[in-house]
């Protein structure tokens, strides 16, 4: 079995949020990544990034990510930055991957309602561009489709990739 969806994609650009309501709609269980390596680590990402920093939080999120891809029967989203392991981005290769694309206007919007991002703490709209701009081949290197978030829903989404997998 594989997940019927991987979701990758930017900060902010919906994976946790689009991916928990293509879930419903489609009837199957929703994991995320962030929150396996949560659960393990008994502490938020922020924490993960204080107290053994970043490194060890990519070390965290490969060995998430591959056990969920062996394992996860739904749809499942990654964390922002899980493509920036070679690794990883071999691992999705045969996977239904889909790439949630967002501009630097909407990041900024969505990213700024939410926190718990250790990486976007500071200057969160500097960091973002730079995010978006390193980032952008390896999401388009590992989908299988994008999906344009930029003025839509999270419920006009998930009915967007749902019909994505239908076809
Ligand atoms: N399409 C959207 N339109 C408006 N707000 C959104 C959209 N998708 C996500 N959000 C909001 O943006 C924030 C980040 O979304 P999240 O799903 O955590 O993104 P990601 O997991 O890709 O970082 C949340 O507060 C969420 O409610
Ligand atoms: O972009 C990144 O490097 C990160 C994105 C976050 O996930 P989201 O993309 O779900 O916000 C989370 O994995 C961590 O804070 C690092
Ligand atoms: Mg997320």
Redesign the pocket.
């Known amino acids: 079995m594989a997940p019927v969806c991987v979701l990758v994609?930017?900060?902010?650009?919906g994976?946790?949020t689009v991916g928990q309501a293509l879930a419903e709609l489609l009837g199957v269980e929703f994991r995320?990544?962030?929150l396996d390596i949560e659960a393990t680590a008994g502490k938020p990402?922020?924490e993960i990034?204080i107290d053994e920093g970043e490194a060890h939080?990519r070390a965290l999120?490969r060995e998430a990510v591959a056990a969920q891809l062996a394992s996860a029967t739904g749809v499942l989203?990654?964390?922002?930055?899980?493509v920036?392991a070679e690794q990883t981005r071999a691992a999705l290769v045969g996977h239904t991957v889909v790439y949630l694309s967002v501009e630097l206007p909407d990041a900024v919007r969505r990213?700024g309602l939410g926190a718990?991002?250790?990486?976007l703490a500071v200057n969160p709209r500097a960091t973002l561009k730079h995010?978006l701009d390193q980032r952008r081949p390896y999401y388009a290197a590992v989908a299988t489709a994008t999906v344009v978030t930029d003025g839509r829903t999270p419920e006009q989404l998930a009915v967007e990739v749902a019909a994505l997998l239908a076809a």
């Open positions: 994609g930017p900060p902010g650009s994976k946790t995320d990544t962030d990402i922020s990034f939080f999120e989203a990654l964390g922002g930055g899980a920036l990213v718990g991002r250790p990486l995010l």
